[in-house]
T-cell receptor, first 117, second 111 residues
Framework: DTAVSQTPKYLVTQMGNDKSIKCEQN?????MYWYKQDSKKFLKIMFS???????INETVPNRFSPKSPDKAHLNLHINSLELGDSAVYFC????????????????FGPGTRLTVT | AQRVTQPEKLLSVFKGAPVELKCNYS??????LFWYVQYSRQRLQLLLR??SRESIKGFTADLNKGETSFHLKKPFAQEEDSAMYYC?????????????FGAGTRLFVKA
């Protein structure tokens, strides 16, 4: 019973195309995230949503637009794909409880490997 | 500014040898630090957290505030420990809660 799932697992597309990656969590968590892992395995947060509301938006090109239809889903839409967008994108979720959030781990999805040619 | 530094990109040890993966942080408050692990073809998962004072799969990590470090240690490395390890610092700012990850260290345990 998968906790955090992402689709698709692999995505190969050409420059200039628009694509979406979907994420769903069945843990009942309030907060969801998108991370980008580059070819050097560096992991960087892109967005964070809490109860469908955008909380964190790092310095990400506005070609990237997250959408959260409900607190169990956080999708990532990318317009006008560029070669530099090639990476593994991870979705994650966590539960924030008052000021105790620091105790709560993040649960990661399996990742979506995006290759832009 | 908050920062997590893992100085080693790759660490290679022999099976049975002690291993230490280094992590240094920069944080203005009292930090809570985590170690995450990513085994080959698996998702990133929590290994251990400072606040729990736990030992998981033989790994321990001690927070040293004087040296601003949270090194991950295991006395006898096993081949199945080969993985990518990330030190992580959760914190809040005006933008909300987020976790800063170090650049990661790939541990390779040789037979």
């Amino acid at each position: 019973d998968t906790a955090v799932s992402q689709t698709p697992k692999y995505l190969v597309t050409q420059m200039g195309n628009d694509k979406s990656i979907k994420c769903e969590q069945n843990l009942g968590h309030d907060t969801m995230y998108w991370y980008k892992q580059d070819s050097k395995k560096f992991l960087k947060i892109m967005f964070s949503y809490n109860n469908k509301e955008l909380i964190i938006n790092e310095t990400v090109p506005n070609r990237f637009s997250p959408k959260s239809p409900d607190k169990a889903h956080l999708n990532l839409h990318i317009n006008s794909l560029e070669l530099g967008d090639s990476a593994v994108y991870f979705c994650a979720s966590s539960q924030e409880v008052g000021t105790s959030f620091l105790l709560y781990e993040q649960y990661f999805g399996p990742g979506t490997r995006l290759t832009v040619t | 500014a908050q920062r997590v530094t893992q100085p080693e990109k790759l660490l290679s040890v022999f099976k049975g040898a002690p291993v230490e993966l280094k992590c240094n942080y920069s944080y203005s408050g009292s930090p809570e630090l985590f170690w995450y692990v990513q085994y080959s073809r698996q998702r990133l998962q929590l290994l251990l957290r400072h606040i729990s004072r736990e030992s998981i799969k033989g790994f321990t990590a001690d927070l040293n505030k004087g040296e601003t470090s949270f090194h991950l240690k295991k006395p006898f490395a096993q081949e199945e420990d080969s993985a990518m390890y990330y030190c992580a610092l959760p914190h809040t700012n005006t933008g909300g809660f987020k976790t800063i990850f170090g650049a990661g260290t790939r541990l390779f345990v040789k037979a």
